[in-house]
């Protein structure tokens, strides 16, 4: 390895907008298990699929319907 490096003529990066925050949740267990199914279907991390849903919805504003019973 070099002592130093230049990064005068680097770039930024573009996708650091994209960063992901960890967080826990609570998600019924049915709920699961359909991602991690679909997850072998697709060979798509369970996680990333969630991620992609939930990212969908919200771009496109979409609210749960909440029906108290």
């Known amino acids: 390895m070099r002592e130093e490096y230049d990064f005068s003529n680097s770039v930024a990066n573009p996708y650091a907008t994209h960063v992901k925050k960890q967080i826990s949740i609570r998600i019924e267990t049915n709920t699961i298990d359909y991602f991690k199914n679909l997850a072998k279907e697709t060979g798509i991390s369970y996680q990333n699929l ?5 990212t969908e919805c919200a771009q496109k504003h979409i609210k749960p319907e909440l029906k108290w019973s």
């Not at 969630?50 to 939930?54: D, F, G």
Request: hydrophobic share 40%.
């Open 50 to 54: 969630i991620n992609s849903y939930l």
